[in-house]
């Protein structure tokens, strides 16, 4: 079973939910099996490579 988690910290929460239903969340460090950049927002520039990576787990997939 695959559950996708989205967070976007430019987006407003509520909108995201009631125009696209999509449910954002706040990153989580070490939980992700998967983490894909969709956005190139500055605040995940701002993490560098280092800091996306560390929102993997230990063995996690990274797309750009």
Same mark, same amino acid.
């Given at each position: 079973?695959?559950? =996708? @988690?989205?967070?976007?910290?430019?987006?407003?929460?509520?909108?995201?939910?009631?125009?696209?239903?999509?449910? &954002?969340?706040?990153?989580?460090?070490?939980?992700?099996?998967? =983490? @894909?950049?969709?956005?190139?927002?500055?605040?995940?520039?701002?993490?560098?490579?280092?800091?996306?990576?560390? &929102?993997?787990?230990?063995?996690?997939?990274?797309?750009?």
């Amino acid at each position: 079973m695959v559950f =996708i @988690e989205v967070t976007d910290p430019w987006c407003n929460t509520d909108e995201a939910e009631s125009i696209c239903g999509i449910k &954002l969340i706040q990153s989580r460090a070490d939980q992700c099996d998967a =983490i @894909e950049l969709a956005v190139a927002h500055d605040q995940f520039h701002d993490l560098a490579a280092e800091g996306v990576y560390a &929102l993997g787990k230990e063995n996690h997939v990274f797309m750009i």
